[in-house]
C-alpha cells in the first residue's frame, strides 16, 4: 500500500545519501520527503501512520545529518565563516558591473578570477598541497545556480528562462488533481529552490531528469485542459 510504499522510499533514500556522504544532497532529501509527507497526510496530520512517519523520518534525518559535517559547516555559516558565503560575496560583486545582460554562458570561471577575493584565493591554494602535479586551481561553479544563472545570462535571460519555468512548476504543483504528479512537481520546486544555495543544475543527471519530469507534467496539465 501507499504507506509501506513511503516509508520504503524514505529508506532508500535517506541511506543512499548517508553513503554517499552529500551534506547538500541529505538536506535536499530531507526537505522534499518532510514536504511530501505533509502533501501526502494534509488531512490526517494527527493520526497514528502519519506522526510514526514522522517521527520516523525526522530520526532518520537527524542521523543522517549528525554523522557528516553538516553541523560543522552549519555552524561556520551562521557565523560567516562559510567558503560558500565568500563565493557568494564575489559573485554578488560580479553581478553589479553586468546585471542586465550577464557576462554570456559558461563565462563564469574565466571571469570569476578577476572579483575572486583574496579568502578564496587562499583556500584554492590550499588545494596545491596535496596534488601530485602543479595546476591553477580555478572556480568552476558559485555553489548556486540561481546566482550564477544572473552573472551569464542577466536578469533579461532570468525573465524569459528562470521565472517562466518557476512559475509553470508552481501552477503545476496547485492545479494538477492527479496526486503523483503533484509528488513530481513538489520534487521539481524542491530541485528549484536547492538551486538557489547549491548547483544541482550543473549535474547532467538532476538537469535532464528535471526537464524530463517538467514535461511530463506540463504535458499532461495541457491535456487535462484541451479535455
Same mark, same amino acid.
Given at each position: 500500500n501507499k504507506f509501506t510504499l513511503l516509508i520504503a522510499i524514505i529508506i532508500i533514500f535517506k541511506f543512499s545519501i548517508f553513503y554517499s556522504n552529500s551534506n547538500s544532497g541529505s538536506v535536499l532529501i530531507s526537505f522534499y520527503i518532510i514536504g511530501s509527507l505533509f502533501i501526502f497526510f494534509r488531512k490526517n496530520l494527527l493520526k497514528g501512520r502519519f506522526l510514526i512517519t514522522l517521527v520516523f523520518s525526522l530520526s532518520l534525518v537527524s542521523f543522517s545529518l549528525l554523522q557528516t559535517e553538516f553541523t560543522n559547516r552549519f555552524s561556520e555559516f551562521l557565523v560567516g565563516n562559510s567558503f560558500r558565503l565568500n563565493l557568494w560575496n564575489d559573485i554578488i560583486n560580479q553581478i553589479e558591473y553586468k546585471t542586465f545582460w550577464g557576462y554570456g554562458i559558461n563565462s563564469f570561471k574565466s571571469i570569476n578570477g578577476i572579483y575572486q577575493s583574496i579568502d578564496i584565493t587562499l583556500a584554492r591554494q590550499q588545494n596545491l598541497v596535496g596534488a601530485h602535479n602543479l595546476y591553477i586551481p580555478l572556480t568552476l561553479h558559485a555553489h548556486s545556480d540561481f546566482l550564477q544563472a544572473i552573472s551569464e545570462i542577466g536578469f533579461f535571460g532570468l @525573465? /524569459?528562462?528562470l521565472f517562466p519555468v518557476s512559475f509553470f512548476v508552481l501552477r503545476q504543483l496547485f492545479t494538477l488533481t492527479i496526486q503523483s504528479y503533484k509528488f513530481i512537481s513538489f520534487g521539481l520546486l524542491t530541485i528549484i #529552490? &536547492? !538551486? #538557489? /544555495?547549491? &548547483?544541482p543544475f550543473r549535474n547532467f543527471a538532476v538537469c535532464t531528469v528535471f526537464l524530463l519530469l517538467f514535461? #511530463? @507534467?506540463e504535458s499532461h496539465a495541457k &491535456?487535462? !485542459?484541451i479535455k
Open positions: @525573465c /524569459i528562462v #529552490i &536547492f !538551486s #538557489i /544555495i547549491d &548547483f514535461t #511530463i @507534467c &491535456f487535462r !485542459s
